[in-house]
């Protein structure tokens, strides 16, 4: 991703786009030599002399493009006359812009995939495995640790599908001009529009697009960075989301983030186990959500046919929302490959919960067996409430249970305590709802099968900090 938005690949695209349109423009009957077209093409990557000359050129014109037109120029000669031949700065920026931006896409989709594959492997292997819910931030009715995965795994898949339309709904800006009319270019092949038309297909084909956009300004709407902000920091919104409740749970002890054997949580609290992954996550997450902020003000701010305040921005934040993006992408492949679960304190704290929550189940066996619904409810909550002081006003155990067994009122089902208090029988459907979202006819295999090559050869990505 680096690379890809890297200053020599900007500028080397902008070559690229030059030598695509003499190309076409040759091809259509301009007076361009083959010569000229060979030099082009044997100089699309910049070399370090050829920055040089650029940066001499822009400081005394005071324009990027004339200066790289410049640069281009002194590389290939015979083309020198001919380079930009009827367009407007967009056409390189502009259409540039776009290759990377698809680019950028095609790099995210499979990383995306790749974790949405090794969580779903992570919920299959613990669809089983009761744990307490959460609701409103207290215990609640149990589900699985497997179940909790899934909700992750369908909002990743919601963030694959945004992203795939934002990648599918791109289009080429193409060959339009300095206002978006082609009035150069009708000019330049006599008022012939078949002709211009064929131009922008031609040019729209070799850069790898099926469509160009058939209206622009001088730019391509800025909507469409808009848009693809949108996929992004929705994905970002999602990490946060996910970093949040891995956070949660090591707090609890539950479940941790990969830990190294050497690895150093605090520099004074020796015993630290900081989930700094996570965390990474957490940070990277709200900063590229906040950045389509900076997208949506872009896109309001244009004025007319083009205004420039849009270029300085875009600069900055179309290549950080995609390294942020790619950085997280790589943290939470990490995270995820790596995720420890700890059974024993998942079942202490079901434990300490427990009781309470199969009162309910223990009040309808009662009246199953021919007991007064109204007599079991006030036996269980006397005792409840006795237990729960022991709990919190004492720091003891959970000993409901205890003073049911003690009780004569609860002899009919006594020895049915630990039928009702076994977990399992308080996820509902959880384990079953995990094997139908992930089966092979299932929506998320559905939607991974296009990256089929990409997940039977992913490893587990490893950070250097």
């Not at 010569?35 to 920055?51: G, P, R």
Request: aromatic fraction near 8%; charged fraction near 25%; hydrophobic fraction near 40%.
């Amino acid at each position: 991703m680096l690379s890809l938005f890297s200053a020599r690949k900007r500028f080397s695209t902008w070559r690229q786009l030059w030598t695509w349109l003499a190309e076409a423009e040759r091809g259509l009957g301009l007076d361009i030599s083959e010569e000229a077209i060979s030099q082009m093409k044997d100089h699309i990557t910049l070399t370090d002399e050829d920055f040089q000359v650029a940066e001499a050129e822009e400081k005394k014109r005071r324009h990027d493009v004339m200066a790289h037109l410049h640069a281009f120029g002194q590389v290939a000669p015979a083309a020198a006359g001919i380079i930009h031949w009827g367009a407007t700065s967009c056409y390189c920026t502009d259409n540039g812009d776009l290759l990377v931006l698809k680019e950028g896409l095609d790099l995210l989709l499979p990383k995306l995939a790749v974790v949405i594959q090794k969580l779903a492997t992570f919920a299959l292997d613990h669809k089983d495995l009761p744990c307490l819910g959460y609701t409103h931030g207290q215990p609640a009715q149990l589900t699985t640790v497997g179940k909790r995965a899934c909700l992750w795994i369908q909002d990743l898949l919601m963030d694959l599908r945004n992203i795939e339309r934002a990648r599918a709904d791109m289009r080429f800006r193409g060959v339009k001009g300095t206002t978006g009319t082609q009035a150069s270019f009708l000019a330049i092949f006599q008022g012939d529009h078949d002709k211009v038309e064929e131009l922008d297909r031609l040019v729209t084909k070799k850069a790898g697009f099926s469509a160009a956009y058939a209206i622009t300004s001088q730019t391509y709407s800025r909507k469409v960075d808009l848009d693809v902000s949108h996929a992004l920091a929705s994905f970002g919104a999602t990490c946060q989301r996910i970093a949040g409740d891995i956070r949660h749970l090591a707090m609890f002890k539950e479940m941790e983030e990969p830990f190294e054997k050497d690895q150093i949580g605090s520099s004074a609290m020796a015993y630290k186990r900081n989930p700094m992954r996570s965390e990474r996550m957490s940070a990277l997450g709200r900063y590229l959500a906040n950045q389509s902020k900076n997208a949506s003000d872009t896109y309001a701010a244009q004025w007319l046919e083009r205004s420039l305040d849009d270029s300085a921005i875009r600069r900055m934040y179309l290549p950080e929302m995609y390294l942020a993006a790619d950085g997280l992408l790589i943290v939470m492949d990490n995270v995820v490959s790596g995720l420890v679960v700890y059974p024993a304190v998942i079942n202490r704290r079901i434990t300490e919960e427990l009781p309470f929550m199969a009162t309910e189940n223990i009040i309808m066996r009662l009246v199953h067996l021919g007991k007064s619904r109204q007599e079991a409810h006030e036996h269980i909550r006397v005792l409840s409430h006795q237990a729960a002081d022991m709990v919190k006003n004492k720091g003891q155990d959970n000993d409901l249970i205890d003073r049911i067994r003690k009780e004569e009122f609860f002899a009919p089902i006594i020895d049915q305590l630990d039928e009702l208090m076994d977990p399992k029988t308080f996820v509902g459907r959880a384990p079953q709802q995990v094997e139908k979202f992930l089966a092979e006819d299932g929506e998320v295999r559905l939607a991974l099968r296009p990256y089929q090559d990409v997940l039977k050869d992913s490893k587990t990505v490893e950070l250097n900090v």
